[in-house]
Every structure is written in structure tokens, then in C-alpha cells.
């Protein structure tokens, strides 16, 4: 199985930087990983809403020109919201009924675009609160580990 994190924006804060360490190092006895990082566009704290499609779509253009073949999820507010459990169950039914390389989708500041969304399997929330987009990187990765811990009956804490 391969797992590919498409992501905007690069992470600059050091603790995320290695929070993303420990865990990309963790998945290794499970899965390959590959990250992809695509420029985000600076916008101003006060953006109309054209302004935000417009941001919006430039950087779903450099995602969608990056987007490998696979089962791809994205992270959205207005997903399916699910627990670990499930998560695991979901990563099963991906890889033995559609496909070994799952790509997760993670927007930038504003979220992703329509061609973006319209355009994956899966729309995917974590929870019902907003999270800074560099924060779920890391989140994503440690529900990555935890899915691969549960599917193998390995101890991971509840």
C-alpha cells in the first residue's frame, strides 16, 4: 500500500515539523509515504468571496495537476465524519475493493476548491471544529497510524 499526503503551504513551526517526523518514521513498517507540497497564495485577512474562489482555484489547479492515480480522500469540514475505528475499516475496503495507493487531500487556509472536491471518492471531516491546515498534517498522520495499529490487532491506547 502507498499513502500519499498532498498538502498547501509549507509547515514552518518546528514542533509539527516533528510531529510529522515521528510519525512518517513510525508508518514505515506499514506503508510507503509520500508527501507532496504545493505553493499556497498569501490572502489578506479580509477577502471577498470572489477573492477567496479565486485563491481557492489557483491552488486547486496546482493540486489537481499533482494528483496521482489512487483512492483519493479529501479533507473537508462538510465530510463524512468518522471514528478510528471506521477510519481502519475504511483503509481495509479501500485497498482490498478500489485500489492500493489511498491520496489524502489537505487544503490550505481557505480549503479546497470546487474542481478539487468534485473531482475525489471521498470528502473526509475529523471533526466539526476548524484546525489550522499545518496542524492536520499531523493529525491525519497519527489516525494513518492509528488505522494500520487497529487493522493488524496491535495495543494502541483508546
Given at each position: 500500500?502507498?499513502?500519499?499526503?498532498?498538502?498547501?503551504?509549507?509547515?514552518?513551526?518546528?514542533?509539527?515539523?516533528?510531529?510529522?517526523?515521528?510519525?512518517?518514521?513510525?508508518?514505515?513498517?506499514?506503508?510507503?509515504?509520500?508527501?507532496?507540497?504545493?505553493?499556497?497564495?498569501?490572502?489578506?485577512?479580509?477577502?471577498?468571496?470572489?477573492?477567496k474562489?479565486m485563491?481557492?482555484?489557483?491552488?486547486?489547479?496546482?493540486?489537481?495537476?499533482?494528483?496521482?492515480?489512487?483512492?483519493?480522500?479529501?479533507?473537508?469540514?462538510?465530510?463524512?465524519?468518522?471514528?478510528?475505528?471506521?477510519?481502519?475499516?475504511?483503509?481495509?475496503?479501500?485497498?482490498?475493493?478500489?485500489?492500493?495507493?489511498?491520496?489524502?487531500?489537505?487544503?490550505g487556509?481557505?480549503?479546497?476548491?470546487?474542481?478539487?472536491?468534485?473531482?475525489?471518492?471521498?470528502?473526509?471531516?475529523f471533526?466539526?471544529?476548524?484546525?489550522?491546515?499545518?496542524?492536520?498534517k499531523?493529525?491525519?498522520?497519527?489516525?494513518?497510524?492509528?488505522?494500520?495499529?487497529?487493522?493488524?490487532?496491535?495495543?494502541?491506547?483508546?
Amino acid at each position: 500500500m502507498t499513502i500519499t499526503i498532498i498538502s498547501v503551504g509549507k509547515i514552518k513551526e518546528k514542533y509539527l515539523v516533528e510531529g510529522i517526523k515521528e510519525y512518517s518514521k513510525r508508518l514505515r513498517r506499514y506503508t510507503r509515504l509520500n508527501f507532496i507540497t504545493v505553493n499556497d497564495y498569501k490572502a489578506p485577512e479580509k477577502l471577498s468571496q470572489k477573492e477567496k474562489i479565486m485563491i481557492q482555484d489557483k491552488e486547486g489547479e496546482k493540486i489537481l495537476k499533482r494528483l496521482p492515480d489512487g483512492y483519493i480522500i479529501a479533507l473537508d469540514l462538510k465530510g463524512v465524519i468518522l471514528t478510528s475505528t471506521e477510519l481502519a475499516s475504511k483503509f481495509d475496503e479501500i485497498t482490498n475493493y478500489h485500489n492500493s495507493h489511498i491520496v489524502f487531500v489537505i487544503g490550505g487556509s481557505l480549503g479546497l476548491s470546487k474542481a478539487v472536491l468534485d473531482s475525489v471518492n471521498l470528502r473526509l471531516s475529523f471533526s466539526k471544529f476548524t484546525f489550522p491546515h499545518q496542524l492536520m498534517k499531523l493529525i491525519l498522520l497519527e489516525q494513518i497510524y492509528r488505522s494500520f495499529r487497529i487493522n493488524n490487532n496491535e495495543p494502541y491506547h483508546k
